[in-house]
T-cell receptor, first 113, second 114 residues
Framework: AQSVSQHNHHVILSEAASLELGCNYS??????LFWYVQYPGQHLQLLLK??????LVKGIKGFEAEFIKSKFSFNLRKPSVQWSDTAEYFC???????????FGTGTKLQVIP | ETGVTQTPRHLVMGMTNKKSLKCEQH?????MYWYKQSAKKPLELMFV???????ENNSVPSRFSPECPNSSHLFLHLHTLQPEDSALYLC?????????????FGQGTRLTVV
């Protein structure tokens, strides 16, 4: 069965620090990859997604993620975080062709002013 | 506001009670989903409906009974739940069930079973 690993469960950064959150998945075939974000008290919302093409994907609010097929990874990055980025971040994967998404356990990011 | 509305936002129920969770989407989507979000566990897909037909039941116990009367509404009927069923239940919708479709989530119903 498909699995998604987010190794960082809780990350604390100061404002302006760089961010990289890891995501690894287990499926070896065609995949669609997502990062969702949940701000405190709000709903889950899409941050960015990869389906095909350029493996470096740009999302909202300055986030980007890089799909590295050989490493089964889709890490999320941001060069300089802000206090407003404090949220929980979820990596999600589906096995191309059907919307049966497997989510990771999430990473809580706390940005200190 | 995502266009996906869940009610109630919070629910406390006893193990012998029967209650229902409601989800409504105003996005014109054809697919709707129920997810369970427990502490320190990945989001678990429970059910998928596409054009009102259930296309996925992810081995969910029968004490959870979904209903999809139309493409805009989705219910989750609950009866004789257990304390371990306490969790955040999220509804989502998407245009269809193709793999490259973005899901839009509601804010969830926080369920506590006592």
């Amino acid at each position: 069965a498909q699995s998604v690993s987010q190794h960082n469960h809780h990350v604390i950064l100061s404002e302006a620090a760089s961010l990289e959150l890891g995501c690894n998945y287990s499926y070896g075939g065609t995949v669609n990859l997502f990062w969702y974000v949940q701000y405190p008290g709000q709903h889950l919302q899409l941050l960015l997604k990869y389906f095909s093409g350029d493996p470096l994907v740009k999302g909202i609010k300055g986030f980007e993620a890089e799909f590295i097929k050989s490493k089964f990874s889709f890490n999320l990055r941001k060069p300089s975080v802000q206090w407003s980025d404090t949220a929980e971040y979820f990596c999600a994967v589906n096995e191309g062709g059907y919307q049966k998404v497997t989510f990771g356990t999430g990473t809580k990011l706390q940005v200190i002013p | 506001e995502t266009g996906v509305t869940q009610t109630p936002r919070h629910l406390v129920m006893g193990m012998t009670n029967k209650k229902s969770l409601k989800c409504e989407q105003h996005l014109g989507h054809n697919a709707m989903y129920w997810y369970k979000q427990s502490a320190k566990k990945p989001l678990e897909l429970m059910f998928v409906y596409n054009f009102k037909e259930q296309t996925e039941n992810n081995s969910v116990p029968s004490r959870f009974s979904p209903e999809c009367p139309n493409s805009s509404h989705l219910f989750l009927h609950l009866h004789t739940l257990q304390p371990e069923d306490s969790a955040l239940y999220l509804c989502a919708s998407s245009q269809d069930t193709a793999g490259d479709t973005e899901a839009f989530f509601g804010q969830g119903t926080r369920l506590t079973v006592v």
